[in-house]
């Protein structure tokens, strides 16, 4: 390997690194509760060395949240042409399956820090689930509709959010009962 090659990917583990740390102390602390001191005490690196990498705190937010965001993106374009069938409905909530179990910690960090909501990465994803929910309850929602939306989304979230359980083995069953939801009249 080049010494530019290990130099680079030197950085990517540190960046990686700090990631990973910058995960655990948010859900820890929270995001307002987290230092960059803290953030980098931990990982025995500088503050210069964290901004190298990163311009801000809000960055490392950024750089946490990418993977979600970027999922989530693509996730609307894909059902942006599906239908309201039954066929596309169990599809999109497949495919939102997946992206959750993907990425859970980051979501629930998103979901459960008020901070991280009203970041401007946490105002996108926050966008990103009101399109999402938007499709579910298609044009000329009812007080229903929305509710059962509600009700499908909340399965998959709450069931992937519980700790030791393999999203995996279970995503048939969640899947098909946020279905069932989501075609209760």
Known sequence: MSVVETESQETANTKNQ???????LFAQHGYDGT????LT???????????YHFASKNDVLEGLAAQL???SDKL?????????STESMREALNQYYDLLADDIHVFRLVYNDAAIQHSPIGQRLRSQARDFYAYLVGPNPSVEDRMRAAGAVGIIRLSLEQ???DPNKYKEVVVERACRV???V
């Open 18 to 24: 700090i990631l990973e740390n910058a995960r655990e």
């Open 35 to 38: 230092s960059i001191r803290q």
């Open 41 to 51: 005490a931990s990982l025995n690196i500088t503050p210069a060395a964290l901004y």
């Open 69 to 71: 965001h970027d999922s």
């Open 76 to 84: 609307l374009e894909r059902i942006s042409n599906f239908d309201q």
């Open 163 to 165: 700790r030791g359980v």
């Open 182 to 184: 989501m075609a209760d």
